[in-house]
């Protein structure tokens, strides 16, 4: 089994928003897209402005004052082992792929009663009021598989452009994956556990001591930008993953069946 999941360190997060950016100019075109903007620099009088954005960027505040300090959350789906949204969707337009552990939404399918978009309790499915049909971060899969691109590239948006170096990405399921054995040693956790959707896309809480380097890594240093990525793990992640496409979206077929597996 393979469960691709995102770690976020929050103890190197500032809040660039360079994750949501990205995500969003990625999904603009493709078969996850588009990112709907009505109105976006301001409402008309009784109308306000919608987005449809994939992952957002919360600015948290802890302590009393004046000993606060703000720290920032990424949040993007975090493809549930146990997903609500699954479970109310009446058509089965929406469901978690057995190949990667992805949980996709087919637009061909869904009728926009957005009863996925309440059952989130982490409030990661947005609805396009313009196709009329909810949407979701799936991982960028379309990017994963995409032959095309440099094997290093082949890394969620927002894992490809956090400057520095924040989110992760592997194989959550395998021990022996960057993005596992980063997970253990910082001590990472879940959001939200109570809610009991087994979220295996984790969090390290601020305030964990790291002797890592936060030096913005690019591009044109491929084997540390693939460590720091977890793009290094992508030869023996994809051999896995061997002949797998993308589904759901505007792509072809997918459906779930009564327990919200893909068929």
């Keep these: 089994m393979v469960q691709l999941a995102i770690l976020t360190d929050l103890s190197k997060c500032f809040g660039c928003n360079a994750c949501m950016l990205a995500c969003k100019e990625w999904h603009s075109s493709g078969c996850y897209g588009p990112m709907t903007d009505l109105k976006p620099w301001g409402p008309e009088p009784g109308k306000a402005p919608w987005s449809v954005f994939f992952m957002r960027v919360l ?37 978690k792929r057995r190949e990667d552990g992805v949980v996709v939404i087919n637009y061909e399918v869904c009728i926009g009663c957005r009863y996925c978009e309440n059952a989130c309790p982490y409030g990661n499915i947005i609805f396009d009021p313009v196709e009329g049909v909810s949407k979701k971060c799936v991982m960028a899969i379309d990017r994963v598989y995409d032959e095309s691109l440099p094997l290093y590239e082949r890394v969620p948006p927002c894992v490809r452009n956090c400057p520095a170096g924040a989110r992760v990405f592997g194989d959550m399921d395998d021990p022996n994956s960057i993005v596992y054995r980063t997970a253990m040693r910082k001590g990472a956790v879940p959001m939200g556990p109570e809610f009991g959707t087994d979220p295996p896309s984790l969090y390290v809480m601020p305030g964990v001591q790291t002797n890592e380097s936060t030096r913005i890594v690019t591009s044109e240093e491929p084997e540390e930008f693939a460590l720091r990525t977890g793009a290094a793990d992508l030869p023996t992640l994809l051999q896995k993953l061997k002949n797998v496409k993308p589904t759901g979206g505007h792509c072809s077929g997918g459906v779930g069946n009564a327990k919200g597996q893909g068929t």
């Design 59 to 95: 600015q948290v505040e802890v302590g009393a004052f004046p000993n606060t300090k703000t720290f920032s959350v990424p949040i993007s789906c975090f493809q549930c082992k146990n997903p609500a949204c699954v479970t109310v969707c009446p058509t089965g337009a929406i469901y």
